[in-house]
């Protein structure tokens, strides 16, 4: 008996190569002599999955073994000597979305304050030493304010 891994492959293939149930369960006598892809064993099932690749069906699904990996922002920039990596920079970007202090999520809000602290004109410039201080102040923005101010000291008369 195939695993429900393998019989969801089967069923994704099959919608997404738009076989009429007809058409897949005709196919699954004539190749196997089943009805149905619960009744066939793992080989099989393994079998069929290479049939339906054969016929142009390709793995998408990042759950799949082998599925191709999907792109993730700035792994374009790839890795630069110097120069902080694609995780750090979705890692600046995530927590300044996230951000509790941070009032304004967008990213050119983002750009302005690596400008204005850091002389960075863009996430993408960011260097490898300065991900530790960026990550620092995103994650104090909005502290000081939420801090009571600190009493005057008065004098008091003798």
Do not use: C
């Amino acid at each position: 008996m195939p695993t429900r891994g393998d019989l969801a492959k089967i069923h994704i293939a099959k919608k997404e190569l738009k076989l009429t149930d007809e058409l897949y369960r005709n196919l699954l006598f004539v190749l196997f002599k089943k009805r149905s892809a619960r009744d066939l064993v793992s080989k099989e099932a393994d079998e069929l999955i290479q049939h339906f690749k054969s016929l142009g069906w390709a793995t998408t699904w990042p759950g799949l073994k082998n599925a191709p990996r999907l792109k993730k922002k700035y792994d374009d920039l790839g890795v630069r000597k110097s120069m902080a990596s694609p995780v750090q920079l979705r890692l600046i970007e995530a927590l300044w979305m996230t951000g509790p202090g941070v009032r304004v999520k967008t990213l050119q809000a983002l750009r302005h304050f690596l400008t204005h602290f850091f002389h960075v004109s863009d996430l993408r410039f960011v260097k490898a030493r300065q991900v530790t201080s960026i990550l620092g102040a995103v994650r104090r923005i909005g502290r000081h304010a939420s801090r009571s101010r600190p009493r005057k000291a008065t004098i008091s008369p003798l």
